[in-house]
């Protein structure tokens, strides 16, 4: 298995631009969370899906935020408008139901800048 | 609010020490426990897990996590470290409460090994 694939890996992007990430997940895994990491904070859950249907979003920033899981093998996370406190590392993880098996996959994550 | 707490923020060691790494998490109940590494660059990966039996856990690397359940503790320790150790490492706890699938984090650990 490939693993948890995440595009791009790199994103720059100028302020107010729209900015859209993806996320393959392991073929068979029920569970998918988009995550973000900065110095600052830390890594925070911002939404996470169970067989493709939002669970939890309590942690997206804002409106300007949003996720979508339109089948068991692809995931978005979109930023429309972006601004510079965007930027980040953004991982993608996905783990069985039960996560007993491997525990919590991430892929390579996307960092992205926002000028 | 549960939390899960990590004492070092930053630990530098020389090669061949020993390694102990802090991890305390606030919940009452039933938890599943996790170690992850992240090196410079990186990607999470999953060093070890604990979710019931045995709770002292072998990982990776030789690394190896004792659960004590009164203590809400989850410890990292390795008894000696080697310069590619080198990395940030997060304790995460998930609360085994009905569907949930979050992993609470703790902000981590800079590890720093010297040659």
């Known amino acids: 298995d490939a693993g948890v694939i995440q595009s791009p890996r790199h994103e720059v992007t100028e302020m107010g631009q729209e900015v859209t990430l993806r996320c393959k997940p392991i073929?068979?895994?029920?569970?998918l969370f988009w995550y973000r990491q900065t110095m600052m904070r830390g890594l925070e859950l911002l939404i996470y899906f169970n067989n493709n249907v939002p669970i939890d979003d309590s942690g997206m920033p804002e409106d300007r935020f949003s996720a979508k899981m339109p089948n068991a093998s692809f995931s978005t996370l979109k930023i429309q408008p972006s601004e510079p406190r965007d930027s980040a590392v953004y991982f993608c993880?996905?783990?069985?139901?039960?996560?007993?098996?491997?525990?919590?996959?991430f892929g390579s994550g996307t960092r992205l800048t926002v000028v | 609010a549960q939390s899960v707490s990590q004492h070092n923020h930053h630990v530098i060691l020389s090669e061949a020490a020993s390694l102990e790494l802090g991890c305390n998490y606030s919940y009452g109940g039933t938890v599943n426990l996790f170690w992850y590494v992240q090196y410079p660059g990186q990607h999470l990966q999953l060093l070890l897990k604990?979710?019931?039996?045995d709770p002292l856990v072998k990982g990776i690397k030789g690394f190896e996590a004792e659960f004590i359940k009164s203590k809400f503790s989850f410890n990292l320790r390795k008894p000696s470290v080697q310069w590619s150790d080198t990395a940030e490492y997060f304790c995460?706890?998930?609360?085994?409460?009905?569907?949930?699938?979050?992993?609470?984090w703790g902000l981590g650990t800079s590890l720093a090994v010297n040659p």
């Open positions: 995460a706890v998930r609360l085994n409460a009905g569907n949930n699938r979050k992993l609470i």
């Open positions: 073929s068979g895994h029920n569970s």
């Open positions: 604990y979710f019931s039996g």
């Open positions: 993880a996905s783990s069985p139901w039960d996560a007993g098996a491997s525990g919590y996959t």
